[in-house]
Nanobody, 125 residues
């Protein structure tokens, strides 16, 4: 059974850094697009970043561009999100996702078929 498990969330002060991990199991997502989304209380789930599992092209939301970096380790079937210069508005539950159809828009929630359970990131002093 396909499974995505996030880890690495926590409490960090403004300006701090965190690295999120997403361990994929149950199948090889070698042809999938992998993405990170986040959802703050009372808000809709929003796109953060995406990357083709075997590609080198990454996409970022404007709000995180220059601060976040997405990358993957195909050997260990793991996706990462390095987050720097974190701000209180980055506080949210962060979700890892995998989308099989690469022709679907990369920033749309419905373009992804598999989701992790989420990991909480809180940015506060």
């Amino acid at each position: 059974q396909e499974k995505l498990v996030e880890s690495g969330g926590g409490l960090v002060q403004p300006g701090g850094s965190l690295r999120l991990s997403c361990a994929a199991s149950g199948r090889t997502f070698s042809n999938a697009r992998m993405g990170w989304f986040r959802q703050a209380p009372g808000k809709e789930r929003e796109f953060v970043s995406a990357i083709t599992w075997t590609g080198t092209i990454a996409y970022y939301a404007d709000s995180v561009k220059g601060r976040f970096a997405i990358y993957r380790d195909p050997v260990n079937n793991t996706l990462y999100l390095q987050m720097k210069i974190l701000q209180p508005e980055d506080t949210a539950v962060y979700y890892c996702a995998a989308g099989i159809d690469l022709y679907k828009p990369y920033a749309t929630v419905t373009s992804y078929d598999y989701w992790g359970q989420g990991t909480q990131v809180t940015v506060s002093s």
